[in-house]
């Protein structure tokens, strides 16, 4: 009866599937995998937020004319599905308190209440006698916003126990000023390209105060502190080492 010596690489298969099996059980225990769930979960509802904002909302003339939100609602939602993906994101940094990561349910509750406000919106527009020449109708961009914020307020519930060890005020008032800073220099940088570039600085909009300048400035300014704070705080761990 012939022995069987197992080869290099069949030990070296074996080996891997035994390092992975360790690595799956170590997050399993550790609740590493609830984290990578929790991830996943908000990149793919911030993601279906954006593609449904970009899609078709309303179409005219029997669909030979589609508009998508983007020059509508749908640039606020693409900044607060971005600004819920980085407060998950940033949860987990170091010194950031992990009960950070509610931040996506609000978010996707806004999100969702504004977009069923367009949809009956648009329903309305759609059943309207008067506006049967123009032959509205309905795209499916809305439903598939609706879709991404709810994948956004059911995302924490993949890691409802807190994680808040080691975590500081500072910290995450940093964090907080960069989700508010993405939240709002989103939207503020896409009106101010339908302001300038696509359709000429429009009339009316030219006002310091317009809500695009706002947006932009405010979110740019929270942005900057964000970076000179972690600067700072880099400088002084280097400095202490």
């Known amino acids: 009866m012939a022995l069987t010596i197992p080869t290099r690489s ?11 099996d360790r690595g799956l059980a170590d997050d399993l225990q550790e609740g590493r995998w609830s984290v ?3 991830r996943l979960l908000v990149v793919s509802g911030a993601a279906t937020v954006i593609a449904g904002s970009y899609a078709t909302w309303a179409t005219f003339y029997g ?3 589609a508009r998508d939100g983007v020059s509508g609602h749908g640039k606020y939602f693409i900044g607060l599905a971005l600004a819920a993906a980085l407060a998950v994101m940033a949860s987990r940094a170091r010194g950031v308190w992990g009960g950070l990561r509610w931040l996506a349910v609000p978010a996707g509750m806004a999100i969702a209440a504004v977009a069923l406000r367009d ?8 059943r ?10 309905r795209g499916d961009g809305l ?29 995450t008032v940093v964090a907080l000023a960069a989700v508010a800073g993405v939240a ?8 101010e390209y339908y302001l300038h570039v696509a359709h000429g600085h429009a009339q009316g909009h030219t006002e310091a105060l317009n809500s695009a300048h706002v947006l932009t400035a405010g979110g740019g300014l929270l942005l900057l502190a964000t970076s000179h704070a972690r600067l700072v ?8 080492r």
Do not use: C, E, K
């Open 143 to 171: 439903f598939v916003v609706l879709a991404g914020a709810l994948i956004l307020m059911l995302a924490p519930l993949a890691r409802p126990v807190g994680d808040a060890g080691g975590a500081s005020m500072a910290g």
């Open 63 to 65: 669909g030979l004319i």
């Open 233 to 240: 705080g880099a400088l002084r761990r280097g400095g202490r």
């Open 128 to 137: 309207d006698p008067a506006t049967g020449f123009y032959l509205p109708g």
């Open 184 to 191: 709002m220099l989103t939207p503020g940088l896409y009106g």
């Open 10 to 20: 069949q030990a070296a298969r074996a080996s891997a599937r035994s390092f992975t």
């Open 119 to 126: 949809l009956r919106n648009l329903d309305a527009l759609v």
């Open 36 to 38: 990578h769930v929790l």
